[in-house]
């Protein structure tokens, strides 16, 4: 096995195969969210002013190390979308985690040579973030049917979350740590060790596991060869240019861009990191709920949780548009908090429409979302600021929440679940 090989140096490590959280697949997305939680904790601690001023003095704006970060997670986008077909994305994925467990301990150790090498690690971790995501995604494609895509999907994702809330916990705090270095290293050595469980632990599909049990391999493989062998021949041509693609890229286009709606205080920002990190893989499970416990097909779920909440975003935003301030306390306050809940109950089924749509190549659709929807959400504000200068911000914001209804009825009349497959497959 490749994992065995690249451990050899590590001599008689034990072998952890019978490792099993429910069962095998539930343990790999078990295994994805703490990965992922190990990484944005790392992010978070040195995105925020507070850590870095005890090494760099005073940073007024984090503009450049931030940008260094987006700079790296989008241009890396791509090219590991090309990792993701041409190699097992399951091995990358914990190889990525190890890499980003090692360039914890060199920002901690070398961050005080100077501004401009912190500015040099965080592009790094922006492009190391970005392939992360981009091999999670894809690796699901040998490892659960759709029946359980949103389940499994979205609870390996929430990892982010999850690390969201400790690394803004930490940066917070970390004023009266004695150094926030030491916390770099502990993060890196869960990695560390969080990788030398995943590397004995995974494999890349269900029939290469040596205990994997016949129940659950015969509950899955089986399914999952017949969904995934009509869309393996599908072209990137064809899925770029597929009515599901496109009413998807419309839609995350449009839900990036009214996104700045979705207010909250400043000081709710460990709440909402909470309601993120509970929301978005509860709402995956429900979604595969419905799926078996009603009639409910998936395309249906989907067109429920998205339009759904689309359209009661719309309403919620055109209210908003006349309250310039939240006031704790108020009817609009508490509705915010409800509103970040169906935020995420949409997004993760946009999330998992990306994968829906193309599972063989989903890499490749995610990595196209993924970076129009960055790239939008990263400058909307800044132009909002433009526009308002200029007296354009009232007819934006109507022309805005209109394309927010509008695309929400298109993706209700276009939209599906269904992958994109080669005609007479």
């Known amino acids: 096995m490749e994992q065995v090989k690249f451990l050899k140096c590590f ?10 959280i429910v069962n095998k697949r539930f343990t790999l997305s078990f295994l994805m969210c703490i990965g992922f939680t190990i990484m944005s904790s790392g992010i978070l601690l040195t995105h925020g002013n507070r850590c870095l001023n005890s090494s760099h003095g005073e ?12 700079i790296g997670y989008i241009i890396i986008q791509v090219p590991a979308a090309w990792v993701s077909l041409k190699f097992t994305p399951i091995i990358w994925f914990g190889r990525t985690i190890f890499v980003y467990a090692i360039l914890l301990f060199a920002v901690a150790l070398f961050a005080n040579l100077g501004y401009v090498f912190l500015v040099v690690l965080k592009f790094f971790e922006g492009a190391l973030s970005g392939i992360a995501f981009i091999v999670c995604n894809a690796a699901w494609k040998n490892w659960t049917p759709a029946a359980e895509r949103s389940t499994l999907l979205t609870f390996a ?75 393996e021949s599908v072209s990137f041509k064809q899925i770029i240019l597929s009515t599901p693609f496109l009413v998807l890229l419309a839609v995350n286009i449009v839900r990036s861009w009214n996104a700045r709606f ?30 078996r416990k009603t009639s409910l097909t998936r395309t249906n779920v989907r067109k429920l949780f998205i339009v759904g909440v689309t359209l009661l975003e719309a309403v919620y ?45 989903a890499g ?42 509008i695309v929400g009825v298109v993706f209700g009349i ?9 005609k007479g497959q």
């Open 59 to 70: 940073i007024d704006d984090p503009f450049v190390h931030l940008s260094s970060f987006f």
């Open 364 to 405: 490749v659709t995610v990595a196209i979302t993924n970076i129009i929807s960055h790239i939008i959400t990263t400058f909307r504000y800044n132009i909002y600021v433009l526009l308002k200068e200029i007296g354009w911000n009232d007819v934006t914001n109507y022309i805005a929440i209109v394309g927010h209804l």
């Open 157 to 231: 994702l929430a990892g982010g979350y999850l690390g969201d809330f400790f690394g803004i916990l930490m940066s917070i705090f970390c004023t009266s740590i004695p150094s926030w270095r030491l916390i770099c290293c502990m993060i890196g050595s869960f990695g560390i060790i969080w990788w030398l469980v995943w590397e004995r632990t995974v494999y890349e599909t269900p029939n290469k596991h040596p205990t994997i049990s016949d129940e659950e391999l015969n509950q899955i493989h089986p399914i999952i060869a017949q969904e995934i062998r009509p869309t």
């Open 414 to 422: 276009y939209g599906t679940a269904e992958p994109v497959t080669v």
């Open 262 to 291: 979705s207010r909250y205080l400043a000081e709710d920002i460990i709440i909402i990191s909470f309601i993120k990190f509970t929301s978005f893989p509860l709402s995956g499970y429900l979604a595969d709920v419905l799926v």
């Open 317 to 361: 935003f055109f209210t908003s548009m006349y309250h310039d301030h939240l006031n704790k306390g108020s009817w609009l306050y508490l509705i915010s908090f409800l509103m970040h809940i169906l935020y995420d109950v949409a997004f993760s089924a946009v999330s998992i429409n990306a994968v829906d749509i193309a599972p063989s190549h």
């Open 11 to 20: 001599g008689s490590f034990p072998k952890l195969d019978k490792f099993t």
